[in-house]
Structure formats: structure tokens, C-alpha cells
């Protein structure tokens, strides 16, 4: 079976630029997640979608950044304009939602620096 | 608001248990999890524990949950080499339909040989 993909996996950019991250979940899967994870820490909830309706994006910083999950399947996120502490690993996360345990499976993820 | 707290390293002789530690706030957490992070390599899940379980044992991995400290551990018996990694500790809350996870900040588990 194959994995969550994602591209590109690295991303350098100025500040103030843009920048934008797809992620193609595994088939099948429902709900999608995109994560932030800042160097040392554990990975932040940033945006949950059920088929193509968002569930959670409490935690999204939204004068800047924008997701969007199209047909239910691919997803990007976009970042618009970047701030120097944008600078992290984005990772996107799939899975059924009808398992009790719900496993996440992860993408292997985009490490973005902001300069 | 929800909080995950593990401490950042454990460093451990091979062959010797390892024991990963982690405490969390919230108290509707459902289901708790254990993540690995390999250099290079995206999350994998290890195991997980329901919340009215105190304990789940998975070959070489012991999971314990105590539900009124709210803590939770991991035991990895016979510890290898190739169980050098980041662990990190995730609850999910079981508030309706949003169930993304919130993580530890992982535990670095360093092998000596």
C-alpha cells in the first residue's frame, strides 16, 4: 500500500514570499490532517478535513495561511506571506476515521526554512 | 488547554528496559499514543492505549496508563540499537469529530552500546 506523499520535501524562501505544500493522502482515507512541527517540538495540529469539509482549524493562523482539500482527496496548504518563524516541517496525516484508535498514518513531511 | 509534557532525553545500555514517561491534562482524552520519529523517516505509530485500559502489551512493548495521574509510560524491554529514535506521547480528545492529535515534545532515546 502506498504511503501519504507529499511535496516538495524541502522548500527554501525569503520572507514575505509564498509558498505552497501538497500532500496526497492514502486511498481511501477520508480524513486528512496537516501538521507543524518546529524543530525540538512535537508536531501542532494545524488543520483537519473530513472528505472535503474542514473539521478543526482552531489552530490555524489564518491572515496567512490557507488549506484546502479539493475533491475530497489531494490537499495543499499555503502559506502567504511567510514569517521567519514559519520555519518548520509540515507534515501531512491520513486515515479511515472509522477505526476506534483512528491511526494517523504520516507523510514523510516538507521542511520549509524562511530566510 | 491540552498539554503533553515527556522529558526530552533517556539514554539507556543496550539490552537494559527502557522507560519513556509522559503526563497529559486532559482528562477527556479517549485514546493515548506512542510515535516513533527515525532521522530522516516521517511518525510512526508504535501502540496505543484506549482510556479505560490501564495496560497493553505488544511484544516487547508494555504500555501503562494511569488514568488518575494522568500518565502514561512506555517500556521497550531489551532495548536494541535500532530503537534509537524521538518517542513522542499523543492524546486525542473525543470531541466531536475533531480528532487531531496533541504531542509531547518526544523523548530522544540514545542506546549505549
Known amino acids: 500500500e502506498a504511503g501519504v506523499a507529499q511535496s516538495p520535501r524541502y522548500k527554501i524562501i525569503e520572507k514575505r514570499q509564498s509558498v505552497a505544500f501538497w500532500c496526497n493522502p492514502i486511498?481511501?482515507?477520508?480524513?486528512l490532517y496537516w501538521y507543524q512541527q518546529i524543530l525540538g517540538q512535537g508536531p501542532k495540529l494545524l488543520i483537519q478535513?473530513?472528505?472535503?469539509?474542514?473539521?478543526?482549524d482552531s489552530q490555524l493562523p489564518k491572515d496567512r495561511f490557507s488549506a484546502e482539500r479539493l475533491k475530497g482527496v489531494d490537499s495543499t496548504l499555503k502559506i502567504q506571506p511567510a514569517k521567519l518563524e514559519d520555519s518548520a516541517v509540515y507534515l501531512c496525516a491520513s486515515s479511515f476515521a472509522t477505526l476506534s484508535y483512528n491511526e494517523q498514518f504520516f507523510g514523510p513531511g516538507t521542511r520549509l526554512t524562511v530566510l | 488547554g491540552e498539554d503533553v509534557e515527556q522529558s526530552l532525553f533517556l539514554s539507556v545500555r543496550e539490552g537494559d528496559s527502557s522507560v519513556i514517561n509522559c503526563t497529559y491534562t486532559?482528562?477527556?482524552?479517549?485514546?493515548l499514543y506512542w510515535y516513533k520519529q527515525e532521522p530522516g523517516a516521517g511518525l510512526q505509530l508504535l501502540t496505543y492505549i484506549f482510556s479505560n485500559m490501564d495496560m497493553k502489551q505488544d511484544q516487547r512493548l508494555t504500555v501503562l496508563l494511569n488514568k488518575k495521574d494522568k500518565h502514561l509510560s512506555l517500556r521497550i524491554a531489551d532495548t536494541q540499537t535500532g530503537d534509537s529514535a524521538i518517542y513522542f506521547c499523543a492524546e486525542r480528545d473525543s470531541g466531536g469529530g475533531a480528532d487531531g492529535l496533541t504531542f509531547g515534545k518526544g523523548t530522544h532515546l540514545i542506546i549505549q552500546p
Open positions: 486532559d482528562s477527556s482524552s479517549t485514546y
Open positions: 478535513f473530513q472528505n472535503n469539509g474542514v473539521v478543526d
Open positions: 486511498s481511501g482515507h477520508a480524513t
